[in-house]
Nanobody, 124 residues
C-alpha cells in the first residue's frame, strides 16, 4: 500500500503559476502509475495529467501546454507545475497512484490510491 499527501495549493491570480506536490509514503519501492485529478464544486472529478513508471505522460486537453507533471523518485514526490492559470482551473486537486503500469489513462477508476486533496483557487 502507499499513502499520498498533497501540498502546495493556494490562491493565485489568473495568469499566474502554482506548483502542487504529492509525497508518497509506505510501499514506495514498487513502480506506480501516478496521476493528478481535480474536482470543482458541483462537477465530476476529472483527470488532469498522468505519468507512468517509464516517465511517459498524458494530459487532458484543457491543460495541455500549461501544466507539467513530473516526479522525483529519490524523494518519492510527484509534482504538477501549473502555468497560465485560468479561473476555470479552480478545484480541489488530488494525487492518485496505481500499481498497474503500462496503461496511460485519466480515468479515475484505474487508480487505487488517493490523497486527501489540496485546494487551488484562481481569481481574476
Amino acid at each position: 500500500q502507499v499513502q499520498l499527501v498533497e501540498s502546495g495549493g493556494g490562491s493565485v491570480q489568473a495568469g499566474g503559476s502554482l506548483r502542487v506536490s504529492c509525497a508518497a509514503f509506505g510501499h514506495t519501492s514498487a513502480s506506480y502509475r501516478m496521476g493528478w485529478f481535480r474536482q470543482a464544486p458541483g462537477k465530476e472529478r476529472e483527470g488532469v495529467a498522468t505519468i507512468d513508471s517509464d516517465e511517459s505522460t498524458m494530459y487532458a486537453d484543457s491543460v495541455k501546454g500549461r501544466f507539467t507533471i513530473s516526479q522525483d523518485n529519490a524523494k518519492n514526490t510527484l509534482y504538477l507545475q501549473m502555468n497560465s492559470l485560468k479561473i476555470e482551473d479552480t478545484a480541489m486537486y488530488f494525487c492518485a497512484a496505481d500499481y498497474r503500469t503500462g496503461i496511460q489513462t485519466l480515468d479515475a477508476k484505474w487508480y487505487n490510491y488517493w490523497g486527501q486533496g489540496t485546494q487551488v483557487t484562481v481569481s481574476s
